[in-house]
């Protein structure tokens, strides 16, 4: 199982961003998609998920309506995209899949990925 999590970098505080993450070595047409982020010395939080068959989308309240999460099974890809990104949302953005029916809990999620680092500058 791999899930390789691209697209972060360093934007400037209101800009945009597409992370993307590309499974393989499971179904991934079976597996909630999730997104989560992490702030060094803080705990791991949820940001966004869609469930199998792109029947629901999640988002945490802290994004404000900002973010699309979106997969296209084809390509047993998911992305996340963010409007608006602010400083505090300066974190390693890490995307995970679980079969469910948890779609916003670290424990319902089986696999992760390495993250790729989002740094966001006022």
């Known amino acids: 199982v791999q899930l390789q999590a691209s697209g972060g970098g360093l934007v400037q505080g209101k800009d945009s961003l597409t992370l993307s993450c590309a499974a393989s070595?499971?179904?991934?047409?079976?597996?909630?998609m999730g997104w989560f982020r992490q702030v060094p010395g803080k705990e791991r939080e949820f940001v966004a998920s869609i469930t199998q068959r792109h029947i629901h989308t999640y988002y945490a309240n802290s994004v404000e309506g900002r973010p699309t999460i979106s997969r296209d099974d084809a390509e047993n890809t998911v992305r996340l995209h963010m409007n608006i990104l602010r400083p505090e949302e300066s974190a390693i953005y890490y995307c995970a899949a679980g079969k469910g029916p948890g779609v916003a809990e670290e424990e319902e999620f089986d696999f992760w990925g390495q993250g790729t680092q989002v740094t966001v500058s006022s």
């Open positions: 070595g499971f179904t991934f047409s079976n597996y909630v």
